[in-house]
């Protein structure tokens, strides 16, 4: 356990997912001008909606760490601790945000807690039939075809900016976040050697 706490670095993963808190505190707000390649003017998106990406680039950190080869036949069921660790951090974040929320400290905690648990789920999904490179890339680039194409969050697949108000958005990243930690945890590990011999 403690080998698997330090292999790991915990502390910076918790660190890192803490340090985006902080930033969404004061700047959540603060708008982003992004490409609008349909047409017409750019849109302008709360900061809320990319800072949560740092929170996915530590889980790809997290997961970059992992010796696979070694943790294949350890005793111990170390992805399980992984995902075990996520859902804490996850859930804490979560509560965290929600109450900047509610105590109108900053209204879009909400968006930050909803993509950073929707990028997460992304980041695990794609480790499992990847590499932790692109566990780190393809949440970036689902974000960016999200800002230029997803018609300010109309289409379903574009909920990272979706407004603070989307239950749809919301039920999809956490469904992303749930399909993450079990295909991290219980996935078996020969699919992704698959995918990465071709």
Do not use: K
Not at 150 to 176: K, T, Y
Request: charged share 10%.
């Amino acid at each position: 356990m403690r080998f698997w706490a330090t292999n790991r670095a915990l502390p910076v993963v918790t660190g890192t997912w803490l340090v985006t808190l902080v930033l969404v505190a004061p700047f959540g707000s603060a708008l982003v001008p992004t490409p609008n390649v349909l047409g017409g003017t750019a849109l302008a998106l709360p900061a809320a909606v990319l800072i949560p990406l740092l929170c996915s680039g530590s889980v790809a950190y997290l997961l970059s760490r992992a010796p696979r080869d070694w943790e294949a036949n350890a005793v111990r069921p170390v992805r399980v601790y992984d995902s075990a660790f996520l859902v804490a951090l996850g859930g804490l974040y979560g509560v965290l945000c929600l109450a900047l929320h509610v105590t109108d400290l900053q209204p879009t905690a909400v968006i930050a807690a909803r993509n950073a648990l929707g990028f997460t789920g992304l980041a695990l999904l794609v480790s499992r039939f990847s590499t932790a490179a692109s566990a780190a890339t393809v949440p970036t680039l689902y974000a960016v075809a999200a800002m230029v194409l997803g018609d300010r969050g109309r289409s379903w697949w574009a909920w990272p900016v979706s407004d603070v108000f989307s239950v749809r958005a919301l039920g999809l990243a956490v469904l992303l976040f749930v399909l993450g930690v079990v295909a991290h945890a219980w996935l078996p590990g020969w699919l992704r050697r698959r995918q990465v011999a071709r």
